[in-house]
């Protein structure tokens, strides 16, 4: 059984960065496509990025394009999503997940598993 950990989160101000990891276990993540989703209070899970297991490819969500950058090593067994220029909305619990390449999470397909989120707080 796949398990993620999330870790990386916490309060920075406006224009700060962070880094984010997921960390596997139970499974190797080159099975699997891996995506790192968010939540803000009062609204909707979102995908924010993904990586597919198999080419490696990614894709990310427009309001993040070229201030993040998703990841992975597969010697640690684990995806980083490198957050640059933070922005006060994209404050949110952070949570990656995690499908078999048959279900197509990087387009919209559903996970299968997922992380316990880190919370992220950009602020002045």
């Known amino acids: 059984q796949l398990q993620l950990v999330e870790s990386g989160g916490g309060l920075v101000p406006p224009g700060g960065s962070l880094r984010l990891s997921c960390a596997a276990s139970?499974?190797?993540?080159?099975?699997?496509?891996i995506g790192w989703f968010r939540q803000a209070p009062g609204k909707e899970r979102e995908r924010v990025s993904c990586?597919?297991?198999?080419?490696?490819?990614?894709n990310y969500k427009d309001s993040v394009m070229d201030r993040f950058t998703i990841s992975r090593d597969n010697a640690k067994n684990t995806v980083y999503l490198q957050m640059n220029k933070l922005k006060p909305e994209d404050t949110a619990v952070y949570y990656c997940?995690?499908?078999?390449?048959?279900?197509?999470?990087?387009?919209?397909?559903?996970?299968?598993?997922w992380g316990q989120g880190t919370q992220v707080t950009v602020s002045s």
């Open positions: 997940a995690a499908a078999r390449g048959l279900f197509n999470l990087c387009v919209g397909g559903p996970p299968g598993f």
């Open positions: 139970g499974s190797s993540l080159n099975y699997y496509d």
């Open positions: 990586i597919k297991g198999s080419a490696g490819t990614t």
